[in-house]
């Protein structure tokens, strides 16, 4: 099948846009070929008597076919060459036709290779070239009938006449509205294009507003998670101050104590200050793609939402060498949503020893990770939904249907991978599929 293609595109590619171009070079390869071989044929009967069309008609049916070849071969040097060869192929078959008209004065139905040449120049050049060949072919046999005589009647004449009219009419007609309708069919397919790319666009901003809203939704609760772990160091400060205080009223000479309680101050607010860090960065907006650990990652996970997580036991397998590549602070959110939803299904199933286990799997080629938690799963009728965007079971726990669709954009869009979910025994397991980036 590649074989004939090849043959009859001449050998050259087409693009989608020259469709009609590439069934033009099949036309015009499959009319050379065959026209050729029955020329051929027509002249060997003549060698051998099985017809007689004489000596001229056999030396000019062979010289036919000789520059048939040769065009066909000059095709497949260059796309370029394709007017130049119809013209060539027309010209030289309306020869062959009109010394046949001359010479064969026994074949009634000579006149009908006039139509067949009609119909190649419309088809293979267009409806103007084809008006000029009709006017051309009907202007010279006029001439001819009328100084030549070319043994048809009157009747036989006035139908070509009449027929080739005719249709001369219909190829004009018909080709000019298929090229009204592909100019029409272009022009909707460019403003189906345009509808399509604005589509995307408005797509795109969508997402990209989820993806905001989401990072606003995580606000609200690293806020409270800030609350939790500002809390006690609070408290520790405030009561490093009364101890110090009762200290320099009983000895206010006593500086080694008063340093010591300071440089427990200073300790304290430095780990404030290390967690007021941790979660700017995460609230950072960036693109930079880069290359970080799952351990690492998953311990900065840890450590913003230790308020959630601080009753769950973290159970890890094969993560210590694992990479990834891409925006770290988007691949934390991941984690955040997948632990989030754990968090969820633990306290809507009142599940008391409760644990997630992350498994890590690199094998040069593609990146897994599985996240599993054994919170008793997801219904069935859900396993299809859960990442559709507003698709939620937990609405009367205030769920917004986002934190998963959310998620399945990262993977699937930001890091090109993709986010699947199954049932197990004990729970809910994902898998992230990513490209490794070794």
């Known amino acids: 099948m590649k074989l004939l293609d090849n043959v009859l595109t001449s050998g050259h590619q087409f693009s989608k846009d020259e469709s009609f171009q590439s069934f033009r070079f099949s036309l015009l390869n499959t009319l050379m070929v065959f026209a050729s071989l029955f020329t051929l044929l027509n002249s060997l009967a003549s060698m051998v008597g099985v017809v007689s069309f004489g000596i001229a008609f056999e030396n000019a049916t062979l010289g036919y076919v000789i520059l048939s070849v040769f065009v066909i071969k000059l095709l497949r040097i260059n796309k370029a060459y394709y007017p130049y060869v119809v013209n060539f192929f027309i010209i030289t078959s309306l020869t062959l036709f009109y010394f046949v008209l001359l010479t064969q004065h026994d074949d009634t139905f000579r006149l009908v290779a006039f139509f067949l040449a009609l119909l190649i120049s419309y088809i293979l050049l267009g ?28 009747a036989a004449m006035s139908t070509f006449y009449t027929f080739f009219t005719i249709l001369s009419i219909f190829l004009y007609c018909f080709l000019r509205k298929i090229e009204s309708d592909a100019t029409e069919f272009k022009g909707l397919n460019m403003k189906l294009e345009q509808n399509i790319a604005a589509e995307i666009k408005q797509r795109m901003e969508q997402e990209s507003l989820l993806l ?68 700017r960065h995460f609230f950072e907006t960036t693109d930079a793609r880069q290359t970080f650990g799952l351990k690492a990652l998953l311990k900065d996970v840890s450590t913003l939402i230790n308020n959630q997580m601080h009753d769950i036991e973290l159970v890890t397998y094969d993560i210590d060498t694992v990479m990834l590549k891409g925006n770290k602070t988007e691949m934390m959110q991941v984690f955040i949503i997948l632990f989030s939803n754990a968090i969820d299904a633990f306290n809507s199933h009142q599940v008391t020893a409760k644990n997630i286990t992350i498994t890590g799997h690199d094998d040069n080629n593609e990146l897994l990770i599985c996240i599993e938690d054994n919170a008793g799963g997801i219904l069935p009728q859900y396993l299809d939904k859960i990442f559709d965007p507003y698709f939620t079971s937990k609405k009367q726990f205030g769920g917004t249907g986002l934190g998963l669709y959310i998620a399945d954009i990262i993977i699937t869009q930001k890091m090109n991978g993709r986010l699947t979910v199954a049932n197990t025994a004990l729970g809910a397991k994902f898998f992230i599929h990513l490209q490794s980036p070794h």
């Open 127 to 154: 409806k103007k070239y084809g008006a000029v060949i009709y006017v051309l072919i009907l202007a010279s046999i006029t001439y001819l009938d009328f100084s030549v005589d070319l043994k048809m009647t009157r």
């Open 212 to 279: 905001r809203q989401c990072r606003m939704a995580d606000i609200g609760s690293m806020i409270d998670a800030i609350t939790h772990q500002w809390k006690q160091p609070l408290m520790r400060i405030n009561a490093i101050l009364l101890n110090l205080d009762s200290v320099i009223e009983k000895d206010p000479l006593d500086s080694a104590v008063a340093k010591k309680k300071v440089q427990e101050i200073a300790d304290t607010t430095h780990h404030m200050s290390q967690t007021m860090d941790d979660f």
